[in-house]
């Protein structure tokens, strides 16, 4: 079992950076593959960015390629999300999620197990 919570959002003007923090709980939380995705209204939920457990492999959405940053620190069960250039397009609930199935595609929310509530950002132009 995990437990997810996401924090750090909030409004920013364009251009401007926001760091999302998701705080696990659970014993075996560190051997997850961890994940953030993002809804906007009346969209659907999309990948941002994922990390592993095993080797720290990092994979990232085109839309956020060179701006976005996902790290991990396992002994503090946080994972992180650091938002540089933000764009109004990235204005969307944001979520991390937890994965305990290294086979599955990390680029979709059906291959994760665990999801925090979401923590809103919101960049104006």
């Known amino acids: 079992q995990a437990h997810l919570v996401e924090s750090g959002g909030g409004l920013v003007q364009a251009g401007g950076s926001l760091r999302l923090s998701c705080a696990a709980s659970?014993?075996?939380?560190?051997?997850?593959?961890m994940g953030w995705f993002r809804q906007a209204p009346g969209k659907e939920r999309e990948f941002v960015a994922a990390?592993?457990?095993?080797?720290?492999?990092?994979y990232d959405a085109d839309s956020v390629k060179g701006r976005f940053t996902i790290s991990r620190d396992n002994a503090k069960k946080l994972t992180y999300l650091q938002m540089n250039s933000l764009k109004p397009e990235d204005t969307a609930v944001y979520y991390c999620?937890?994965?305990?199935?290294?086979?599955?595609?990390?680029?979709?929310?059906?291959?994760?197990?665990?999801w925090g509530q979401g923590t809103q950002v919101t960049v104006s132009s």
């Open positions: 999620a937890a994965n305990v199935d290294s086979s599955a595609n990390l680029r979709t929310p059906s291959a994760y197990d665990y």
């Open positions: 659970g014993r075996t939380i560190s051997s997850y593959n």
């Open positions: 990390i592993t457990w095993t080797d720290g492999r990092l």
